[in-house]
Nanobody
Framework: QVQLVESGGGLVQTGGSLSLACAAS????????MGWFRQAPGKEREFVAG????????DYTDSVQGRFTISRDNAKNTVVLRMNSLNVEDTGVYYC???????????????????WGQGTQVTVSS
């Protein structure tokens, strides 16, 4: 079992920045692939960013490429999503997820992640 707790969400104006953190506990944090997803009202949960077990491979959806950065600290069992130049389309509930089956990969599909946090709300105002 892996327990994930997100923090750092909030309200920010267009162009602002936020950092989301995901704290993991339970089984060994590494090796696990980690991902960030988001879900806007009335929409499906979508992939935002992911990294493999040691962080040397990262992946981003096109809309956040160059604005968001995912990083992890295995010694502290945390993964961080740094979000810059936020816009209203970035609004949603952000979820942290852990992939224990294929930790050497960065996965984009929701079904590839076995463990999920409860989510944290990010609201970007215009």
């Amino acid at each position: 079992q892996v327990q994930l707790v997100e923090s750092g969400g909030g309200l920010v104006q267009t162009g602002g920045s936020l950092s989301l953190a995901c704290a993991a506990s339970g089984r060994t944090f590494s090796p696990t692939g980690m991902g960030w997803f988001r879900q806007a009202p009335g929409k499906e949960r979508e992939f935002v960013a992911g990294c493999n077990w040691n962080g040397d491979t990262t992946d981003y959806t096109d809309s956040v490429q160059g604005r968001f950065t995912i990083s992890r600290d295995n010694a502290k069992n945390t993964v961080v999503l740094r979000m810059n130049s936020l816009n209203v389309e970035d609004t949603g509930v952000y979820y942290c997820a852990a992939d224990v089956s294929t930790p050497w990969l960065t996965q984009r599909r929701v079904s590839e992640y076995e463990y999920w946090g409860q989510g944290t709300q990010v609201t970007v105002s215009s």
